[in-house]
């Protein structure tokens, strides 16, 4: 077997679940899965159905409008491939041509009005499919597809002929895969290969080639998705379908982009909801690669790291190479659960050894210490001078009879092993075949993952070619990195399912009393002022400081004898962004006179810079806490998306962030918090007390609730900074900026 490349808390707080799932105002069903027809509070669906594609896959019968056995017409191949694998699939084939009274040999129909019968699939081969999809539709075909390119690839003009293509679909009601597709979906799969296979989603043909390859070392595929320009069908379609095919095992992706952020969650969700492992490569990471995915599909790329999160949400494993996607999808399709996650690296040279295990140690795996029974039970087949302790360094002689099996026994029967990792950096006959074939054996017998790293750059030595690609319990890899990654996503991929709670069944149904009073708050068009911005961070239960808006001295100096000394003075205005920066920010003012003073001088510099004030703002000073942003953004395919990360200067210094998508729990909002670089500021650092994670978690989930809630009509968010204060002692929004769609 191939495979390679490339969890989540749990906690009792039913004050911050509560806060996840929002006080309802009306019966909200929970803790089952959500099904279709439910909305979550801004009225998006909380499920979609899989589509019935079977008839796509397996239809009874094709037609091929456009078909041609003329030599040398395009037309020509592919319909003779249509006609091999309609044959393969046991269906009828009906080729449609005007002029011509047969197609190898096949009688055709002049029009598809003329067809024998209603088809379940029509392969459409002619330069304008949208007149043959209105007369598809008369005929009651099930599925389409066009291979015409020229649509929303080419920029406008093909953007409007796909609206007019897919405004012709939806008139039709039937499905259609493409435009700017091919025939992936019509190649031959092996039929003699057993065990869970892998299902295959590509918006780029050619990139699904080295996963479509992998039968040939024995890797089962079923399905092949090529789905082009998703005028319709789109991979989310593609991605729910295969979640639910008892024969797949994982589903592997190459994505350009996403049609829709949201259904391709819903896909991921399903996938995870029955444990079934999805891995992709999701180009767009840089502009170059975005701008050429976008010319080549004609679809949204996305905010990287705000598609990186979603994927990450959902357990989907992201991968960057093709080599990377075969190797960890035949991973993931074919290895059983692991029984433990302690990793061992078992090798006949201690160089080797140490150098896969540092690696192995950089990659986050586990590589427990074995005891010192056990490495007592190894030093009698292994000299006393070796490390057994993990690596297990053998000597190389040991491989050769019957000591290197009784080794590999030991090692697996350890239950803090979950994992053998076996490298061979070069064949050396006959040891090397006795040792892959000791692997191969002890695979047989166990339950638990062996991985064997054969470094050979030939590959067809027989011990490669014929004993551990012929093993369908050992894991087989080319390179030291690729079986590594693989490992780690198998381990992570079943702690993930394992704990995995769909963010949408606790996703809130029904507005809270919160949203009624937001909605009085919210000025469309208009960026907030920093009080009217509390104001709204109040109404969704977020703590900031006393404080008082004042328009003259007077008033100011009795505010702060309300507030308490020492106070902070700032201008509050709708358009004002940067405060500290235009000197409109006085801190630790202590007295009566100081406060006078410094409502005249901000006063003064607003009147300069031509700020307009509605008030200058009297605050409560904070101190004594970890400075952290908390803000919300809307991305093109996702919606809104909430942003937690180190606050105050440091948020433009490190870019310390990380990204959730709405909706998601508390388990998901620790695990932004734990991904941050800075994450040891709220454990204490240097004497300073922890800090009030848990309020910091309410913070997160109750600007998530304002996101769903208020949607569209939110354009942005940005509380910065928010103190954290020691633990048990909360948290506070010290300034807030909201913008009004």
Not at 30 to 54: I, K, T, Y
Not at 96 to 115: E, K, T
Not at 266 to 289: Q, S, W, Y
Request: aromatic share 4%; hydrophobic share 40%.
């Amino acid at each position: 077997m191939l495979g390679s490349t490339h969890g989540t808390l749990t906690t009792d707080s039913r004050r911050t679940r509560a806060i996840a799932c929002g006080e309802q105002s009306g019966p909200v069903v929970h803790g089952r899965p959500a099904q279709a027809g439910d909305l979550d509070v801004s009225g998006r669906p909380l499920h979609a159905d899989a589509p019935d594609l079977d008839r796509f896959f397996r239809p009874r019968s094709v037609a091929v409008i456009g078909a041609s056995d003329a030599t040398g017409r395009p037309n020509t191949g592919i319909t003779r491939q249509l006609a091999d694998w309609a044959e393969r699939v046991g269906a009828t084939l009906h080729p449609v041509h005007p002029s011509r009274p047969s197609v190898f040999g096949i009688p055709c129909s002049p029009s598809v009005a003329d067809l024998p019968e209603q088809v379940d699939l029509a392969v459409v081969l002619v330069g304008d499919p949208i007149p043959v999809i209105e007369e598809l539709a008369d005929a009651k075909a099930r599925f389409a597809v066009v291979f015409a390119s020229g649509f929303a690839e080419t920029g406008p003009e093909g953007e409007a002929a796909q609206r007019r293509l897919t405004a012709a679909v939806e008139r039709s009601g039937l499905r259609l895969l493409g435009p700017n597709t091919n025939l992936n979906a019509f190649e031959r799969f092996r039929e003699d290969l057993e065990g869970p296979a892998i299902a295959l989603i590509t918006q780029s043909g050619h990139q699904g080639r080295p996963v479509y390859a992998l039968q040939e070392l024995g890797i089962r595929l079923s399905h092949w998705a090529p789905t082009g320009n998703e005028a319709d069908l789109e991979s989310a379609d593609f991605l729910s379908y295969f979640a639910e095919q008892p024969e797949v095992g994982a589903i592997a992706c190459y994505l350009e982009g996403l049609k829709d952020g949201r259904s391709f969650l819903l896909a991921a969700d399903r996938a995870a909801r029955r444990g079934v492992p999805v891995v992709a490569v999701k180009v767009g990471r840089t502009e170059t690669g975005a701008r050429t995915a976008a010319s080549h599909t004609g679809k949204l790329t996305g905010a990287d790291a705000v598609v990186d999160a979603a994927l990450r949400q959902y357990g989907v494993i992201r991968v960057d190479g093709l080599d990377e996607l075969q190797d960890t999808a035949a991973l993931l399709a074919r290895a059983r659960p692991p029984r433990a996650d302690g990793v061992v690296v078992y090798s006949i040279s201690g160089g080797t050894g140490a150098h896969v295990a540092d690696l192995a140690t950089e990659a986050g795996l586990s590589l427990p210490v074995l005891s010192e029974a056990k490495q007592a039970e190894l030093h009698q087949w292994i000299p006393e001078y070796l490390s057994v302790a993990n690596p297990v360094d053998n000597g190389g002689h040991p491989v050769g009879d019957h000591r290197g099996r009784k080794i590999i026994d030991a090692i697996l029967d350890d239950p803090a092993v979950g994992v053998l990792i076996c490298p061979v950096t070069g064949p050396f006959p006959p040891l090397s075949d006795r040792l892959v074939r000791d692997l191969v054996d002890a695979a047989e017998q166990t339950d638990k993952l062996v991985c064997v790293v054969w470094g050979s750059p030939v590959g067809t030595e027989p011990a490669y070619r014929e004993v551990l690609l012929g093993s369908s319990r050992v894991a087989t890899f080319r390179t030291v990195g690729n079986c590594l990654t693989a490992v780690r996503a198998h381990l992570a991929h079943h702690r993930f399912t394992a704990a995995y709670r769909s963010p949408f069944d606790e996703a809130p149904r029904t507005p809270s009393p919160s949203y009624r009073k937001a909605q009085a708050l919210m000025q469309p068009g208009r960026q907030l002022s920093e009080h009217a911005a509390k104001q709204l961070l109040r109404a969704y239960g977020i703590r900031v400081p006393r404080e008082q808006l004042v328009t003259s001295a007077a008033a100011a100096v009795r505010a702060a004898g309300l507030v308490g000394y020492p106070v902070v003075m700032k201008a509050s205005g709708a358009r004002i962004a940067h405060k500290t920066e235009l000197g409109l920010v006085k801190i630790g003012l202590t007295s009566a006179s100081q406060v006078r003073d410094a409502y005249r001088e901000l006063t003064d510099i607003a009147r300069y810079e031509d700020v307009s004030l509605d008030g200058v703002l009297v605050c409560q000073m904070v101190e004594q806490g970890v400075e952290m942003v908390v803000g919300v953004t809307h991305d093109d395919l996702f919606g809104p998306t909430v942003t937690v990360g180190l606050g105050g200067v440091l948020v433009e210094v490190l870019r310390d962030t990380a990204v959730g998508v709405p909706p998601f729990g508390e388990e998901q909002a620790r695990d932004m918090l734990a991904g941050l670089r800075g994450r040891a500021l709220l454990d204490g650092v240097r004497g300073r007390p922890a800090a009030d994670l848990d309020a910091l978690v309410e913070v997160v989930l109750r600007v998530q609730r304002m996101a769903l809630e208020l949607g569209d009509q939110l354009a942005e968010l940005d509380i910065n900074p928010l103190l954290v204060l020691p633990r048990g002692q909360g948290a506070v929004a010290l300034d807030a900026l909201a913008v009004c769609r």
